[in-house]
């Protein structure tokens, strides 16, 4: 679009530069004495004839200017705001080439002079949002007299005036995102779903490189394949990659790239979709298969010294006619019983929580501990609590960690403990052990022997034990489900249980403190824990 010459009444029409109803728009009507139009060049164009905004500028996508030589814009008209998105005033005054785009000033700064040899120029001009938005810009080769500055007619020519008609509504209802960038890896276009895939306003990245929204652990391997691309019109390169939304959080997007024959148009098409939900079931998988590998692994190295032992004591028995032997067998079998229902459980839990209910801890604690606890032991509750989780799973980490308070902590200075070190308990008395709501989650103690202090960090690794009967899986079972609520458990030197009965001391032995978020920081549908 320009207002040279060629363009006006003396010249075939060009229906870019009339309205709607095929009247030659208002900022390219130039206005004699007598208010009819003119082709004289000189003739100084009325370019505020038309200044109050009609329903035409405002949806314009072109605006008229004079600017000076040094770049001082003397005049802003009407469609200003709605090609810039700011006011007329703003630019009153400025210096147009601030409101360039820095790659772009010197053209821009060539064509407002008084020797340019082109003064059509095609450049990215600030919008309101942040982005830039392109333009050619079209500059008079004669100065207005009213003005002492040249007419600049600058219509926008971002890339989506590029596709036809017809492809227009695939780009606008489609869920992949389209985004056509620069040879200077900058963006052009981008279509209208990235503002449902990433929640931004359509045209507010354009003139940003989108390498800088990528996520800082991928971007030198993105930066890296983009970068091929350019260079290389042969290459067509898929990645996935962590993309910064609107909202400052991340998501996973699946990028196919193919270079673009015709550079008017940009250099790189880029087809991006969301797939943050795959990469969520992909990890799930991966997550799930590690156990199972676990799993397998155990089960074919562990279970052999046991089943060995049946053997032998069932061979003995027969030789021998000693009825110990057979008892020493029967243990063999309880060890392989437990041994096969941790490692079940351990393989079975999921990465996630898909239904969540309300429950009382209370209630779930007194299920647990009649599946788990034991005569010999007291379970008192404190403080109680309300919990959104998964209340199997969170069943099963409170019978794993009864389990393991009952089997090491009871008298008799019991060491058959999964995950404890072993101690000896001095005194007689029955253990109790404590489950309490705190300000940050809930905690499981006792009165037991405790745990060494040089054992603490490691107590929850898969596998570990300090016990020959032990297999190491019972508190891993634990922190996997509590991880699972997106919760944390740790061991604390100390218990300090809140609301406990007046009779009941302080717990000094072990102190298992599960933590999670309070119904106020998450959403109703997600795990939490409210004291």
């Known amino acids: 679009m320009t207002l040279r010459p060629s363009d006006r009444s003396s010249a075939p029409r ?18 004699t004495a007598d208010g009819g139009s003119s082709s004289d060049p000189t003739a100084g164009p009325d370019l505020d004839a038309a200044a109050p905004a009609t329903a035409a500028d405002r949806g314009s996508d072109r605006f008229v200017a004079a600017v000076a030589v040094d770049g001082e814009v003397l005049f802003a008209g009407p469609s200003v705001p709605a090609v810039l998105g700011v006011e007329r005033d703003a630019l009153l005054g400025d210096n147009l080439l601030e409101h360039v785009h820095p790659n772009d000033r ?12 082109d003064r059509t120029v095609t450049h990215r001009l600030r919008h309101a949002s942040g ?15 009213e003005f002492g500055g040249r007419v600049v007619t600058a219509r926008r020519v971002d890339v989506d005036r590029a596709f036809p008609e017809r492809f227009r509504q695939f780009l606008e209802y489609g869920t992949d995102l389209v985004t056509v960038v620069d040879d200077d890896g900058l963006v052009r276009y981008e279509s209208p779903s990235i503002e449902e895939v990433l929640g931004y306003e359509q045209g507010s990245t354009v003139g940003r490189s989108p390498l800088g929204y990528v996520h800082p652990d991928d971007r030198e391997r993105v930066t890296e394949r983009f970068y091929r691309a350019l260079d290389d019109p042969e290459a067509a390169p898929t990645m996935e990659y962590r993309y910064r939304t609107a909202d400052g959080d991340w ?20 087809n991006s979709r969301d797939v943050s939900e795959r990469k969520a079931r992909e990890r799930r998988l991966t997550d799930r298969n590690e156990r199972l590998d676990r799993f397998a692994g155990i089960v074919s190295h562990d279970l052999r010294n046991p089943l060995s ?14 009825t110990e032997p057979l008892e020493r067998g029967e243990r063999a079998v309880d060890r392989i019983d437990q041994l096969v229902s941790e490692l079940l459980t351990l393989a079975r839990q999921g990465s996630g929580i898909d239904e969540p209910t309300e429950f009382d801890l209370e209630g779930a604690v007194r299920e647990a501990w009649a599946t788990a606890g034991s005569d010999d032991a007291t379970l008192v509750v404190g403080a109680h609590a309300r919990v959104r989780g998964d209340r199997g799973r969170l069943r099963q980490a409170l019978e794993n960690l009864f389990r393991n308070c009952v089997e090491h902590g009871s008298t008799g200075g019991r060491t058959n403990s999964d995950d404890r070190v072993d101690h000896t308990s001095d005194g007689g008395d029955d253990l109790t052990v404590v489950v309490s709501a705190t300000a940050e989650g809930f905690l499981v103690a006792d009165d037991g022997p405790g745990i060494d202090p040089e054992h603490r960090d490691e107590a929850f690794d898969p596998g570990f034990t300090t016990s020959a009967d032990g297999t190491g899986y019972g508190l891993d079972i634990v922190r996997e489900v509590v991880e699972s609520h997106g919760w944390t458990v740790r061991l604390r030197p100390d218990a300090d249980v809140p609301a ?32």
């Open 14 to 31: 060009d229906d870019s530069l009339h309205d709607d109803d095929g009247r030659p728009s208002d900022e390219h009507r130039h206005s």
């Open 106 to 117: 010197d053209p821009v700064s060539d064509a407002l002079s008084a020797v340019a040899a």
């Open 131 to 145: 982005g830039y938005v392109w333009v050619e810009s079209v500059v008079d080769e004669e100065l207005a007299p």
């Open 251 to 270: 998501v996973w997007l699946e990028s196919r790239t193919r270079s673009l024959p015709d550079a008017a148009v940009g250099q790189l098409l880029i």
């Open 309 to 322: 032992v049946i053997r032998g004591s069932m061979e003995m028995a027969r030789l021998q006619g000693d």
């Open 500 to 531: 406990l009965p007046p009779a009941v001391p302080q717990p000094d032995g072990a102190c298992f403190v599960v933590e999670a978020p309070g119904p106020d920081a998450v959403t109703a549908a997600e795990p939490w824990i409210d004291g």
